[in-house]
Antibody, heavy 116, light 112 residues
Framework: EVQLVESGGGLVQPGGSLTLSCAAS????????MNWVRQAPGKGLEWVSY????????YYADSVKGRFTVSRDNAKNSLYLQMISLRAEDTAVYYC?????????WGQGTLVTVSS | DIVMTQTPLSSPVTLGQPASISCRSS???????????LSWLQQRPGQPPRLLIY???NRFSGVPDRFSGSGAGTDFTLKISRVEAEDVGVYYC?????????FGQGTRLEIK
């Protein structure tokens, strides 16, 4: 069974930092590209970042470029999202998802709240 | 960026009746590899998104056959042949032809 389990969310002050993790199982993580997608409270879905299977290709949404860094550890079947200089508008549930181009899976999400 | 526009934004449907959601992209979603990367997602209340359809018309594993996708180029449709109570939620179309990956605004399906 494919599982994607996000962790690391929580309450952080504006300007603060947080690192999210996504633990993958049930599929060959090392050959799968991965994405982070977020959803602000009561809003729609917003793609955040993409990383290829080898980390050779990485893309970010303009709204997070320069502040977020995506990475992965194929030996640990894990995906990460390092977030710095957080703003109130970054408040959202963050989902990890597989390639988004074919038969894809989504995690349950982890909530990040940026507030003083 | 490719803009995805869904209609309607809200769809009240009677149980057992069909429902249809349209999605239009601001440019063709045909990739240079000849695939069209248009997917449909379902998000039930309080749940994460779930893939229903990928590459226009391919049903994901476990998705009931009352869900079907069609279309080409820039115009796509998700159809539910007979709506059931468990289909309540928000439906999104999504393009993954190019970055940034973009989503439609979402269509809320509710029971009359």
């Amino acid at each position: 069974e494919v599982q994607l389990v996000e962790s690391g969310g929580g309450l952080v002050q504006p300007g603060g930092s947080l690192t999210l993790s996504c633990a993958a199982s049930g599929f060959t993580f090392s050959t799968s590209s991965m994405n982070w997608v977020r959803q602000a409270p009561g809003k729609g879905l917003e793609w955040v970042s993409y990383i290829s299977s080898s980390s050779g290709a990485i893309y970010y949404a303009d709204s997070v470029k320069g502040r977020f860094t995506v990475s992965r550890d194929n030996a640990k079947n894990s995906l990460y999202l390092q977030m710095i200089s957080l703003r109130a508008e970054d408040t959202a549930v963050y989902y990890c998802a597989t390639s988004l181009r074919s038969s894809d899976y989504w995690g349950q999400g982890t909530l990040v709240t940026v507030s003083s | 960026d490719i803009v995805m526009t869904q209609t309607p934004l809200s769809s009240p449907v009677t149980l057992g009746q069909p429902a249809s959601i349209s999605c239009r992209s601001s440019q063709s979603l045909v990739h240079s590899d000849a695939n069209t990367y248009l997917s449909w997602l379902q998000q039930r209340p309080g749940q994460p998104p779930r893939l229903l359809i990928y590459k226009i018309s391919n049903r994901f594993s476990g998705v009931p056959d009352r869900f079907s996708g069609s279309g080409a180029g820039t115009d796509f449709t998700l159809k539910i042949s007979r709506v059931e109570a468990e289909d309540v939620g928000v439906y999104y179309c999504m393009q993954a032809k190019q970055f940034p990956i973009t989503f439609g605004q979402g269509t809320r399906l509710e029971i009359k």
